[in-house]
């Protein structure tokens, strides 16, 4: 916002400054462009706050050490993916995301109970590896590698 609060003070200066009444037209053409880019900017962060309020919400109504099941072939092949998406939903009370890095299918029961259960030899089968992610809470970073949530007093928000 600085730069755009420099570039409208220059602009400004400009006009005061224009000669003619094409430059004058030309350049409030331009001011107009500047007024809506910083609505649009303006509008961009209104839609953030919300997001990330409904990310909060969200948040707020997992239990502490939630655990989260990706029960899709592939769930944790792609590191950053597997790395974040516990993230939004988790980084109030913790918890672990688990995913397989290969094909998922099953021989005799549902992979949700094998999940539960902790049994994997019951027909939960994999052609990769299971993988699991512990996220801590926000409150968790010791100063080091804040989240955006983080209310730790080493930097982030308080």
């Known amino acids: 916002m600085k730069d755009l609060h420099a570039e409208?003070?220059?602009?400004?200066?400009?006009?005061?400054?224009a000669a003619t009444e094409a430059e004058k037209k030309a350049l409030q053409v331009e001011a107009n462009d500047l007024?809506?880019?910083?609505?649009d900017l303006r509008e961009e962060v209104r839609r953030s706050s919300?997001?990330?309020?409904?990310?909060?919400?969200?948040?707020?109504?997992?239990?502490?050490d939630a655990r989260i099941g990706l029960f899709n072939c592939y769930g944790a092949?792609?590191?950053?993916?597997?790395?974040?998406?516990?993230?939004?939903?988790?980084?109030?009370n913790g918890g672990t995301v688990t995913g397989t890095t290969?094909?998922?299918?099953?021989?005799?029961?549902?992979p949700l109970w094998e999940w539960i259960t902790g049994r994997y030899d019951t027909g939960l089968l994999t052609t990769g590896e299971w993988k699991t992610r512990r996220v801590?809470?926000?409150t968790h970073c010791n100063g080091?590698?804040?989240?955006?949530?983080c209310?730790?007093?080493?930097g982030g928000p308080r």
């Open 8 to 17: 409208s003070a220059a602009l400004r200066k400009k006009l005061a400054l």
């Open 35 to 39: 007024r809506q880019r910083v609505r």
């Open 50 to 64: 919300e997001h990330r309020e409904l990310i909060d919400n969200v948040a707020e109504s997992m239990a502490p």
């Open 77 to 92: 092949e792609d590191k950053r993916f597997f790395n974040n998406v516990g993230e939004p939903f988790l980084h109030r």
């Open 102 to 110: 290969g094909v998922l299918w099953t021989v005799s029961t549902h």
């Open 136 to 138: 801590l809470p926000a």
């Open 144 to 149: 080091y590698r804040h989240k955006p949530t």
């Open 151 to 154: 209310t730790c007093g080493w």
